[in-house]
């Protein structure tokens, strides 16, 4: 089996500031993906979620749900409340065919909070990330036995940014939980991805693939921007746009076959998603092919 190439709509549509985007129709976020050759789609704000809802909206562009994003509050509460608040999410996903679950902790997090630098994101003790890893290891062995594979988002703004802090947290969880590798924040966190692939390359079951343009990202560090500033000036942009070397990256995962997913968040205004979306697919694909990971 070779990896399928998805998109997640926040290349049309932001999440975490809806005003990028939000004049642009969920019809138009997919027949712009599927122009582009993207087999399959994440969740974002504007899909339904009712699964014969969102089975009719996708079925007109021959679309797969990938997965969708989860905000886990493990710091906050037990496995057994997370499970129970993240119910109607995972029977979502169980009912569309998705295999992966996306989590990320958010408690305290600045990512979606324009006022607030990236400098005061929430940042974790050793004792800290080991609570945290064994509820999220809970949390992911209740996943496995519904069928789905738990991975877990680093994610800037957010208690796991830094290599360091993956090391931490992979070091403290267990087979259940797995990571799900996204280039671009790895790479804004100052984590190198293709090392992180190689360490990793067992416990990878899903694969963001954004690219980030270096001089945006140093103005942003320099300045402790928040992180919206940073996606409004252009910090991501799309695979082979920028300076991380998916090449590279991608021949550490030999056999992996899940998907890859382009995740570049811009502002729609200054980066016309259609453009955008044909530059990522094509360069993603070229790059999967030269690893061996897709004919």
């Not at 496995?144 to 993956?166: D, F, N, S």
């Not at 190689?198 to 690219?211: L, N, S, T």
């Amino acid at each position: 089996m070779t990896v399928r190439i998805g998109a997640n709509p926040i290349g049309w549509s932001n999440d975490d500031m809806r005003e990028l985007g939000g004049e642009t129709p969920l019809e138009t976020c997919l027949a712009e993906a599927r122009e582009a050759g993207f087999v399959g789609m994440e969740l974002g704000h504007k899909f339904p979620r009712e699964a014969g809802a969102l089975a009719r909206a996708l079925a007109p562009f021959d679309m797969a749900l990938v997965s969708g994003w989860y905000s886990t509050s493990l710091i906050e509460r037990d496995v057994e409340a997370e499970m129970l608040a993240m119910r109607a999410h995972l029977d979502l996903l169980k009912a569309m065919g998705a295999k992966v679950a996306i989590v990320a902790e958010t408690t305290g997090a600045v990512h979606g909070d324009r006022s607030q630098p990236l400098s005061r994101r929430p940042q974790l003790g050793p004792a800290a990330i080991q609570e945290l890893g064994g509820r999220l290891t809970g949390l992911a062995e209740a996943v496995a036995a519904e069928g789905l594979t738990l991975v877990y988002h680093h994610h800037m703004g957010t208690v796991i940014e830094t290599e360091a802090e993956i090391d931490a947290l992979m070091a403290a969880t267990g087979p259940a939980f797995h990571l799900l590798l996204d280039t671009g924040h790895a790479t804004f966190a100052g984590a190198d991805p293709v090392a992180l692939a190689r360490r990793y390359r067992g416990r990878i079951a899903h694969v963001h693939c954004k690219d980030l343009r270096p001089a945006v990202l140093a103005q942003a560090k320099a300045g402790d921007w928040s992180f919206l500033d940073a996606v409004i000036a252009g910090v991501f942009t799309v695979p082979g746009d920028g300076c991380v070397d998916f090449p590279a990256v991608l021949r550490e995962l030999p056999g992996y076959d899940g998907w890859l997913v382009v995740e570049a968040e811009q502002d729609p205004a200054k980066a016309h998603p259609l453009t955008y979306a044909k530059l990522g697919h094509a360069n993603l694909a070229g790059y999967a092919r030269a690893a061996g990971l897709m004919s």
